[in-house]
């Protein structure tokens, strides 16, 4: 069992980590890691059904899709990752209650009756402190988890709070839990590193062939290189979303109400309608064309409609409150 040491706190790199460790470096491996501030969207969500996307734009807060399934989750230095890639048979390898009985395990020493309940979450007290997903490839599972210590929980709830009117698709929806910070059931305090070395010591004796190790130059490069063409790119962490349509009524002070309604398919909008009691000097369809065919991305919609003179199909209108709508 090879311990990675991580100590990059970049959600885009520490994503294209996993995939990195679970293709290209044999054996089986297990990672503590942490990111900062960041929005973690599951392999089949809709990304911008997931956050809020104003609250994110405002905090700058990077939004990355992960391999596997599941639920959004907020990520910041409070929060701990756990990973565990490992290989074996095709039909043994999904088995949630092995690779967090590990966590499990650690809080019982620390006096503190933690459980697994449902399909995939940690409890205490009946709130969520982790919340675990996993991802098969060929023979192998990458299985990892989230487990809150400290983390932020006023951040999380905003990053997370969105509008369900907005969109409507078939993509799979994260289920909000009451949760909690490990931290506060603490018989002594201490912080998330020492809690951290906790669990990496508690591993250590699990595996007696465990062997620390840090990632070289080679596997860097490597992994900058994923992130260069995947999971930095806006194709996969919005693009991938399954088709949906979206829907918001804006209410401006100086324009009137506008409601927006784009089909979008591979993160493209295919059809675009707009209506509202807005007045205006030429045909909004002009409009709807021009975002036709375009990525349902701020930049790309800016882009379409540079050339217009936006006050002369919505009276009064500007660009940054158009934008407003369209997300």
Known sequence: MLIIKRHNTDPYFNLA?????????????????????SIIVGKHQNTLAEINAEYVKQNN???VRRLSGGGAVFHDLGN????FIQSGKSDLLVDFRKYTQPILDVLLKLGIDARFEGRN???????????NAEHIWKNRVLHHGTLLFSSQMADLSKALNVDPLKFQDKAVKSVRSRVTNISEHLREPMDVMMFSDLIQEHIITMYPDATACDLNDNDHHKINELVRTKYGTWEWNFGYSPNYNFKKVLR???????????DVKNGTILHCKIFGDYFSK??????????????????????ALAKFNLSDYFANLSMEEFLEGTF
């Open 17 to 37: 980590t996993e995939e990195y460790v679970l293709k290209e470096i044999s054996g089986d491996s297990f990672m503590l890691w942490r990111n900062s501030p």
């Open 61 to 63: 807060i990077p939004v």
């Open 80 to 83: 701990l990752n756990f990973t």
């Open 121 to 131: 979450d940690l409890t205490i007290e009946g709130k969520k402190f982790s919340g």
């Open 252 to 262: 401006t002070k100086n324009s009137g109400t506008i409601e927006f309604d784009l």
């Open 282 to 303: 030429f045909d909004t369809e002009e409009i709807e064309v021009a975002l036709t065919g375009t990525a349902h991305e701020a930049t790309a919609i800016r882009s």
